[in-house]
């Protein structure tokens, strides 16, 4: 169920429900596990640094457990989904966040890196939807998974070539995941986030500059925060999205469709004045 609380902002109501978020030791992760726990969800927080995990489950005493797991690897997987059905009995939403974003010029790129790139951001997102899926039929009910992605899947910039690449191949992935899951009543969506601002600070100081000079460009001149990216997490695992299945969604303020205008809008092309009521 959902309802609009006093300040006009959706909250969502996950009592009963249990759910798995990956990459929990920070940032999206971090904020979803709080968001799903304050709307009466179970939470299994699963990720790889067991210090950051354990800062972002420290806060709650109950109804949020973590586990310190690899979802490169199907054991890894196996643990994340065995230990939301042990714990909880039943698993009802799974959102892999989990990723990893080196960035590398081409030519420099290594093959070692360009493969750990893939095992986490595709052969994980794969096992851990998987896993997550055989669950959820075995205990024959409906369920969510939600992937993410990056606008940096459809965008290219320097660097980025083995994260952009496989932030586009979650996308195609979920897509057949979604056809192929849809039978049991199994929605995939995928989560796109642009640029929102998760990076400690204070910031390395090429990357300062150079989001003094991109944030200008963006259409609404900002960074998103993780909690607007929760917010859309958040519709996609609730009933209120009982008829989107395969959807990316793009939360990047507008960043994909252009750039934010920085002067009026003047048509100065004579060939089209008689169109437009001109001078000729």
Same mark, same amino acid.
């Not at 759910?19 to 992760?29: E, L, M, S, W």
């Not at 039978?183 to 995928?190: A, E, F, G, K």
């Not at 642009?194 to 963006?218: E, H, V, W």
């Given at each position: 169920?959902? *309802?609009?609380?006093?300040?006009?902002?959706?909250?969502?109501?996950?009592?009963?429900?249990?759910?798995?978020?990956?990459?929990?030791?920070?940032?999206?992760?971090?904020? #979803?596990?709080?968001?799903?726990?304050? /709307? @009466?969800? *179970?939470?299994?927080?699963?990720?790889?640094?067991?210090?950051?995990?354990? $800062?972002?489950?420290?806060?709650?005493?109950?109804?949020?457990?973590?586990?310190?797991?690899?979802?490169?690897?199907?054991?890894?997987? =196996?643990? +994340?989904?065995?230990?939301?059905?042990?714990? *909880?009995? %039943?698993?009802?939403?799974?959102? &892999? &966040?989990?990723?990893?974003?080196? %960035?590398?010029?081409? #030519?420099?790129?290594?093959?070692?890196?360009?493969?750990?790139?893939?095992?986490?951001?595709?052969?994980?997102?794969?096992?851990?939807?998987?896993?997550?899926?055989?669950?959820?039929?075995?205990?024959?009910?409906?369920?969510?998974? +939600? &992937?993410?992605?990056?606008?940096?899947?459809?965008? @290219? /910039?320097? @660097?980025?070539?083995? *994260?952009?690449?496989?932030?586009?191949?979650?996308?195609?992935?979920?897509?057949?995941?979604?056809? $192929?899951?849809?039978?049991?009543?199994?929605?995939?969506?995928?989560? =796109?986030?642009?640029?929102?601002?998760?990076?400690?600070?204070?910031?390395?100081?090429?990357?300062?500059?150079?989001?003094?000079?991109?944030?200008?460009?963006?259409?609404?001149?900002?960074?998103?925060?993780?909690?607007?990216?929760?917010?859309?997490?958040?519709? #996609?695992?609730?009933?209120?999205?009982?008829? +989107?299945? @395969?959807?990316?969604?793009?939360?990047?303020?507008?960043?994909?469709?252009?750039?934010?205008?920085?002067?009026?809008?003047?048509?100065?092309?004579?060939?089209?004045?008689?169109?437009?009521?001109?001078?000729?």
């Amino acid at each position: 169920m959902n *309802y609009m609380d006093e300040t006009g902002r959706v909250s969502f109501d996950f009592k009963g429900r249990s759910v798995i978020v990956t990459g929990a030791a920070r940032g999206i992760g971090r904020a #979803l596990v709080k968001a799903f726990y304050d /709307s @009466g969800a *179970y939470v299994i927080a699963a990720d790889r640094d067991q210090k950051g995990l354990l $800062e972002t489950c420290k806060p709650f005493s109950e109804r949020v457990a973590a586990i310190v797991a690899d979802i490169s690897t199907a054991e890894g997987a =196996s643990a +994340i989904v065995d230990e939301a059905v042990t714990r *909880y009995g %039943h698993l009802d939403v799974c959102v &892999n &966040n989990a990723a990893v974003a080196p %960035h590398t010029a081409l #030519l420099e790129e290594r093959i070692e890196v360009w493969d750990k790139v893939y095992a986490v951001n595709c052969r994980g997102t794969f096992l851990m939807t998987q896993a997550a899926a055989r669950a959820m039929i075995l205990g024959g009910q409906s369920g969510r998974i +939600i &992937n993410f992605s990056s606008g940096a899947s459809r965008r @290219g /910039s320097p @660097g980025g070539a083995a *994260y952009a690449s496989s932030r586009a191949a979650v996308e195609s992935f979920s897509r057949v995941a979604a056809i $192929e899951l849809s039978p049991y009543n199994i929605l995939v969506n995928t989560v =796109s986030p642009g640029l929102i601002d998760t990076q400690p600070k204070p910031l390395p100081s090429d990357m300062a500059k150079s989001l003094r000079t991109r944030i200008p460009t963006l259409p609404l001149a900002r960074p998103g925060t993780p909690e607007e990216v929760v917010s859309v997490v958040m519709f #996609l695992a609730s009933k209120a999205s009982s008829y +989107i299945n @395969g959807a990316v969604i793009s939360v990047d303020g507008g960043a994909a469709v252009g750039t934010r205008p920085n002067k009026a809008v003047i048509d100065d092309d004579p060939r089209y004045f008689w169109v437009t009521d001109g001078e000729p």
